[in-house]
């Protein structure tokens, strides 16, 4: 079993900054395959990033692709989401999940591939 708990979000302006963090207790963080994902008003649940266990190999969502940067420290149990040049459409409430790695994947994309969760962060961007 593994607890996430996403901090760091809030109101800003379009084109500022914010970095969000979550931090996972429970079983041994660099089992798990991390990912960020957003879920704005009326929508579904869309994919942000990704990041391998080991943190060697991340992924994106076109739409915050050289925007957005993904990482982790294993030591910390963190998993963190810098996001940079922010735009009104990037509002939403974002969540960090969780997935025991496999030898095969990677990194995974899909809302349903993810096994834990967290509760969520508002990110709120003003125009």
């Known amino acids: 079993q593994v607890q996430l708990v996403e901090s760091g979000g809030g109101l800003v302006q379009a084109a500022d900054s914010l970095r969000l963090s979550c931090t996972a207790s429970?079983?041994?963080?660099?089992?798990?395959?991390m990912g960020w994902f957003r879920q704005a008003p009326g929508k579904e649940r869309d994919f942000v990033a990704a990041?391998?266990?080991?943190?060697?190999?991340?992924y994106y969502a076109d739409s915050v692709k050289g925007r957005f940067t993904i990482s982790r420290d294993n030591v910390k149990n963190t998993v963190y989401l810098q996001m940079n040049s922010l735009k009104p459409e990037d509002t939403a409430v974002y969540y960090c999940?969780?997935?025991?790695?496999?030898?095969?994947?990677?990194?995974?994309?899909?809302?349903?591939?993810?096994?834990?969760w967290g509760q969520g962060t508002q990110v709120t961007v003003s125009s």
């Open positions: 999940a969780a997935v025991l790695r496999d030898t095969v994947v990677v990194v995974r994309t899909r809302v349903d591939e993810y096994e834990y």
């Open positions: 429970g079983r041994t963080f660099s089992s798990y395959v």
């Open positions: 990041i391998s266990w080991s943190g060697g190999t991340t």
